[in-house]
């Protein structure tokens, strides 16, 4: 919002989002962020939002959306919920986001080491934690290059970072088949749809080319 002053968000396109945040991803890792000017962006914001993306990602306390693409007050709508799943209350909000406060992209968003990942690759039952593994569990099933029992498990760190990868691949699919706002408006060109993977070893997003939607 700061950063992009001339840029009018209801013409924004989907690309333009997506550079800014590969922009804003790029400064975080050089550690040369902008600065930014909290107060006024309180005053800015506080009557309205306008958000130019919306990112589902994980609940990690390591990956903060805001921080780690160098955005600040009213630039994402940020769902998080751990292992990045499109549950129906996340994919309500993903809609409300684009439909009703005009966000341009909608970033599914991953990340290496994933804890809930982990968790699906052990087959973790405990509470309802349950009910988010059973959300990763069909993109353990489609990763088939590991066939090995004693190697599709948490120890494996290349098979958890495959089902990562699938997995956003997957919530993305979720997110298409579940719901018609978004499939509308992503046929239109109104919005884009792109999956992400957050190293926590580096600070880099890497999006993947393949999994892009309208962008």
């Known amino acids: 919002m700061y950063k992009h002053p001339l840029i009018d968000r209801d013409k924004m396109t989907p690309k333009e989002a997506l550079d800014i945040l590969a922009e804003g991803n790029a400064r975080f890792v050089n550690q040369n962020e902008d600065e930014k000017d909290f107060k006024a962006l309180i005053q800015l914001t506080k009557n309205q939002q306008h958000p130019f993306a919306s990112v589902l990602s994980c609940s990690d306390s390591r990956a903060p959306v805001e921080l780690l693409f160098d955005q600040a007050l009213g630039d994402i709508f940020s769902v998080r919920l751990a292992g990045n799943i499109a549950s129906d209350k996340g994919i309500g909000s ?60 948490s120890k494996n760190a290349e098979f958890v970072q495959k089902v990562c990868e699938l997995n956003v691949k997957y919530q993305i699919e979720s997110i298409l088949r579940c719901s018609d706002i978004l499939e509308d408006m992503t046929q239109a060109k109104d919005i884009g749809i792109v999956g992400a993977v957050y190293d926590i070893a580096t600070g880099q997003v890497k999006f993947m080319e393949d999994t892009f939607v309208g962008v």
Do not use: Q, W
């Not at 439909?99 to 699906?120: D, E, P, R």
């Open 94 to 153: 993903l809609e409300f986001g684009s439909k009703y406060l005009g966000a341009k992209l909608i970033v599914v968003m991953g990340h290496t080491s994933c804890g809930a990942v982990k968790a699906a690759c052990d087959d973790f039952k405990d509470g309802h934690i349950g009910e988010i593994i059973n959300m990763i569990k069909p993109s353990i099933r489609h990763e088939k290059s590991i066939t090995a029992a004693e190697d599709r498990c």
